[in-house]
């Protein structure tokens, strides 16, 4: 039979521009420490398996599913949830503006980590290509839209970066 460790850890970091510290259960997720300890709510559990995208956010830049991440594991660096994502004026960012214009959102539950994953890739290539928007939204899992809508939205918002 094995024993499970839960300590108490010291957690420093930054989420959404602002600096954190708090002390955590070292057995907490990172999804559970952004959901239920800062009460953002934006970020969903949709699989809690790392399949759905739901659950993704930005750490140091990089997507990735925070179902499969423990909090302890962002200890100082930095992490953006779709809270955190806004436009230059403090408003609406430029794809969350076209996802809206090309009508990508349905009932909104995979909305976050679509954006949060087109941001990734944005990031990196300002003027993504559609095969490139494809291939990073393969992890995002969506029943309503098609991604017809949300393809174009994402390539919408890469011709404005070029």
Do not use: W
Request: aromatic fraction near 4%.
């Amino acid at each position: 039979m094995t024993k499970k460790i839960d300590a108490i850890f010291a957690l420093n970091c930054s989420v959404n521009g602002a600096k954190i510290e708090r002390e955590i259960h070292s057995s907490r997720s990172l999804l559970e420490f952004i959901r239920e300890d800062l009460g953002l709510k934006g970020t969903k559990e949709g699989c809690g398996e790392g399949e759905c995208g739901a659950c993704m956010v930005l750490l140091d830049g990089k997507a990735v599913n925070s179902c499969l991440m423990m909090a302890v594991q962002i200890h100082g660096r930095q992490l953006v949830t779709i809270e955190g994502i806004k436009g230059k004026d403090g408003g609406l960012h430029p794809l969350q503006k076209t996802f809206m214009a090309e009508g990508a959102v349905q009932c909104g539950f995979c909305t976050p980590g679509l954006i949060i994953a087109s941001e990734a890739l944005l990031r990196r290539r300002p003027g993504a290509t559609l095969e490139e928007i494809k291939l990073e939204l393969t992890g995002n899992l969506c029943r309503c839209t098609g991604y017809e809508k949300v393809l174009s939205a994402v390539e919408k918002a890469a011709a404005k970066r070029k």
